[in-house]
C-alpha cells in the first residue's frame, strides 16, 4: 500500500481499518470514503497495521478480532501502548462478538458484530468521534 499522501490531521479524521479479509476491509473503505471528513487506511496484517501505527497519526481504530498473526485484542494492546494511540476510540469487530465480551469490557472497547451493516458503522464512528 502506497502511503504517499500527506494527511491534514487538522480536518480529517484518519481512520485505520485492521482487517484480514481483503473484500471486506474493501468494502468499509469505500465506505468511510464516502464521508469527505474521513481518510481511511486499510492494513490487512498487524504488522502493516503497526507500521502505519508509528508513522502517521491515528484518530480512530476499527480492529477485526479474527485476525492471522494475533488477535485483534492482541493487536490493540500494541497499539494502545504507544504514546499517541492510547486514547483513540477503538472498535473491534467480530462475528462471535458475544464470546468477546469480558476482553471488551476489561478494555472499555466498543464492539460491532459481523456482519453489520454501513449505517449503524457510521453511526459508532461519529459517536465514539464526537466524545
Same mark, same amino acid.
Given at each position: 500500500?502506497?502511503?504517499?499522501? %500527506?494527511?491534514?490531521? #487538522?480536518? +480529517? #479524521? /484518519?481512520? &485505520? /481499518? /485492521? ?9 468499509? #473503505? ?5 464521508? @469527505?471528513?474521513?481518510?481511511?487506511? &486499510?492494513?490487512?496484517? @498487524? !504488522? ?29 494492546? *500494541?497499539?494502545?501502548?504507544? #504514546?499517541?494511540?492510547? !486514547?483513540? @476510540? ?5 462475528? %462471535? ?9 476489561? *478494555?472499555? +472497547?466498543?464492539?460491532?458484530?459481523? @456482519? ?11 459517536? &465514539?468521534?464526537?466524545?
Amino acid at each position: 500500500m502506497a502511503q504517499d499522501q %500527506s494527511v491534514d490531521n #487538522k480536518t +480529517l #479524521k /484518519v481512520i &485505520l /481499518v /485492521v482487517e484480514d479479509d481483503e473484500a471486506i476491509g474493501e468494502v468499509m #473503505k469505500m465506505a468511510l470514503s464516502e464521508e @469527505p471528513q474521513f481518510y481511511t487506511l &486499510l492494513a490487512t496484517t @498487524p !504488522h502493516e497495521a503497526l507500521n502505519l501505527a508509528h508513522s502517521i497519526q491515528v484518530d480512530m481504530l476499527i480492529i477485526d478480532y479474527l485476525l492471522r498473526e494475533m488477535t485483534g485484542i492482541e493487536l490493540y494492546d *500494541r497499539l494502545h501502548a504507544m #504514546k499517541d494511540l492510547s !486514547h483513540v @476510540p477503538t472498535i473491534i469487530t467480530s462475528a %462471535s462478538l458475544g464470546q468477546r465480551t469480558e476482553e471488551l469490557e476489561e *478494555r472499555h +472497547l466498543l464492539g460491532l458484530e459481523k @456482519p453489520f451493516d454501513i449505517d449503524t458503522l457510521m453511526n459508532t464512528i461519529n459517536q &465514539l468521534l464526537s466524545q
